[in-house]
């Protein structure tokens, strides 16, 4: 793994403790979740322990020591979301991709996450997909988005465009 | 960008920005917020840029992309200015003709218009429109007056002024004596005396004094500080700066969510914009005060939002509360005398010092002084951010600015205050908006956040969300709110199950008063709110899926059946076509019917069906 993307942002912090959240969110930015041996690169050049390290990238929910999968899923379950129908959203998302918030598919096509607010809540609920919002949504349209996010890749190895 | 070293200075900017401002300009703006952007205001402000630049000089027109205007529910908004023209649901192709026909010959389209819900009048301007005209719009009202990342747009409406007015017309004791006297009170919930917050850091021991602004806004179905940060950042600089003055402070701390993008991009550019002028860093405005500011980001957690967990955050830590024995005051960040305020409270400081605490202190209730803004949102009409005075009634806010219900179902109850927060019934919506009387109510202001809620709402399942929402978001460092969540959630699940007994709710009302008392931050210490004004106003709803394991709002699946009525069913089939499991059996044009035992309860058939003849129970 090339790391000098690390030292870069932690020479851009001027190794300061205190922007570690900062580091973090930089270095996932980077690599896309927080990897082992770019968590061990921070922790030295910081002069921190590894653990504390560990502590503040688990802690806060914007970090993952997993890498995510090519589509990011979000579903907001904020209070208007919640009481305008997201959780029949979020037991369809479940189903058809049989993963639980959080995880990632078998095959790294799709990462779902569940958030707290978007705040768009006028068009709640509300998913969001690789940063693109969908309103008003329903359990049928989002079965029909993850539908046609598989069909468009199935058409891309058929024409032979690698993803 | 030229430095500004005196007051003077200051004037004679905004003088020289104002008169580059032609009279017989058009301005054309466009919202810019984030609920604006989720439908594709880019694209509209982008096909304006082009079309007035193919266009040339033939007219002139200056495009604004302004920070929220508030009515999310309508967006993308554009506003037509001097003409005071209020466009809603804009979209990409009606771009050239509103500039061919409204900017350059003065005619209205009829289509773009606000249609009155009641007198289904068109109208053509905001101040017409119900939603704004109950509205006093003082933080949020520029919102549609400036570009956020044009600083000369703040000063040409007299931004700044309240800066060198305090720092060379004031004596800091004469600042807080003013804050004091305006009755302004902490928007991020609890209510505060800002004034005195103020004063107790300024008379703390010690040199190095910090000032920070929580932006750390986490509670669900609330977006009001994003829109103020977002969309005039300068108004919260300048309060900051002010309050630095008066407290003796020396660096200060914007501390904004991770989630929210445009909110950081628009601080820090702000930021770098008041440094270059001279209004941030060494010698603000030739007066000998220094201060500096800087952004610090979350990493989404929600306890972060409370004052002690905030500062562990900006220190590099795990965001865990401390006991509050030692007020933040004396020993905040780095163990230095910290003063911390919301957003909302900040922007509030440079019209108090401009308009003066008399002013300020004329709007609003004996005990709740100016205004307050509302996320409004849930099942009502009109979403968005209402800017309201303290005192206004709930019904004035639900019913003559939201517009009332949404889809034909009565509105049975309003979330306030978050997940510290309770629900607060119908039966008292003409209960006014403050402090004090929401307090009273079994329920919070909390930082503005409003969900209205209608039969559809299952009164335990929105107390089972916040329960777990809390349970998710607890720190776990004291025992009472990480344990005692966690056996409450288990609670409601069971009764959200129809496994419910009696003993349940009593069980239940003991461990929140258990949370409540022993909880070591205002997390713990307010998470039981929703759940014992559920109880409160709705013991009922908890009654009947206890007794008669019915959930009467027909949300908590194990305690619903969906079934076809005879008499509506067509026989078109789409419920069967759209069934992911495959539980609708029946022919064309006969009757269908629904396997429970099959029925997965995704409620995509009742979606569907034309003739609603697919009904819950």
Known sequence: MDLKSVDLIVDKYQEKRTALISILHDVQDRYKYLPDEALKMVASRLHMDINQIYGVATFYKSFSLVPKGKHSVTLCLGTACHVRGGPKILRELKGLLHVEPGQTTADRQFSLNVVNCLGVCAIGPVMMVDRKFYGEMNPIRARRIIEKINQNKKNDKRNGVRS | ?617
């Open chain 2, 1 to 617: 960008m030229r430095k500004i070293k005196s007051a003077a200075d200051l004037e004679k900017w905004r003088e020289d920005i104002l008169s580059k401002q032609e009279s017989d300009e058009v301005v054309v703006s466009v919202c810019g917020g984030t609920g604006c952007h989720a439908y594709g205001c880019k694209k509209v402000r982008d096909g304006f840029a082009k079309e007035i630049k193919k266009n040339g000089d033939a007219q002139k027109i200056r495009l604004k992309f302004t920070g929220c205007r508030g009515f999310c529910e309508r967006g993308p908004i554009v506003t037509i200015q001097p003409q005071g023209i209020f466009y809603q649901k804009v979209q990409e192709q009606d771009v050239s003709a509103i500039l061919s026909e409204t900017v350059a010959k003065g005619k209205i389209l009829e289509r773009l218009l606000y249609e009155d819900a009641v007198t289904k009048r068109k109208l053509v301007s905001e101040k017409e429109i119900p939603f704004y005209t109950a509205q006093h719009r003082l933080v949020m009202g520029n919102n549609g007056l400036i570009e956020p990342t044009k600083i000369e747009d703040y000063i040409g409406i007299g931004g700044y002024q309240a800066l060198a007015k305090a720092l060379f017309d004031m004596q800091p004791k004469q600042i807080i004596d003013e804050m004091k006297a305006s009755g302004l009170r902490g928007r991020g919930g609890a209510g505060f005396p800002t004034g005195k917050k103020w004063e107790d850091c300024r008379n703390a021991p010690g040199k190095i004094k910090y000032i920070v602004c929580n932006c750390d806004e986490g509670d669900p179905g609330a977006y009001m500080d994003r829109s103020v940060l977002e969309g005039n950042p300068h108004s919260v600089l300048e309060g900051m700066i002010i309050g630095a003055y008066a407290i003796g402070g020396s660096h200060g701390y914007i501390y904004v969510r991770h989630e929210y993008p445009l909110a950081c991009k628009n601080a820090e550019t702000a930021i770098t914009q008041v440094r270059k002028a001279g209004l941030l860093g060494k010698n603000i405005l030739g007066s000998g005060f220094d201060f500096d500011v800087e952004i610090a980001k979350g990493g989404g957690a929600f306890v972060c939002g409370e004052s002690t967990a905030l500062i562990a955050s900006i220190e590099g830590k795990v965001g865990e509360p401390r006991s509050k024995q030692v007020h933040t005051a004396n020993r905040g960040l780095w163990d230095k005398p910290t003063n911390l305020n919301n957003v909302e409270t900040w922007a509030n400081v440079p019209l108090i010092i401009n308009k003066g605490s008399q002013w300020f202190s004329s709007i609003g209730t004996e005990k709740s002084k100016g205004t307050k803004i509302f996320s409004l949102v849930g099942k009502v009409k009109n979403t968005g951010l209402v800017e309201v005075p303290m005192g206004i009634t709930l019904k004035k806010i639900i019913f003559d600015i939201g517009g009332g219900q949404q889809d034909g179902r009565r509105i049975k109850a309003v979330q306030t205050g978050g997940p510290s927060g309770g629900c607060i019934p119908a039966s008292l919506f003409d209960l006014p908006v403050d402090f004090d009387s929401l307090t009273q109510a079994g329920s919070m202001m909390g930082s503005g956040g409003m969900i209205v809620m209608d039969e559809g709402t299952c009164m335990v399942d929105v107390a089972k969300y916040f329960v777990h929402f809390l349970q998710e978001e607890s720190c776990g460092k004291c025992l009472p709110c990480r344990e005692g969540l966690k056996r409450m959630g288990e609670i409601l699940d069971r009764i959200t199950e129809g496994k419910g007994n009696d003993e349940d709710l009593s069980l239940l009302e003991e461990l929140a008063e258990v949370v409540a008392d022993t909880s070591l931050c205002g997390l713990g210490k307010t998470a039981p709110n929703p759940v014992l004004s559920a109880l409160r106003y709705f013991r009922s709803e908890f009654e009947a899926h206890i007794h008669q394991k019915r959930c009467p709002a027909a949300v908590c699946t194990p305690l619903i059946r969906y079934s076809i009525s005879e008499a509506d069913c067509t026989g078109c089939g789409a419920c069967a076509k759209i069934c992911p499991t495959q539980a609708i059996k029946g022919e064309k044009k006969q009757n269908h019917l629904i396997l429970a035992e099959i029925c997965s309860k995704c409620g995509s058939c009742m979606d569907v069906c034309k003739a609603n003849a697919v009904m819950v129970q």
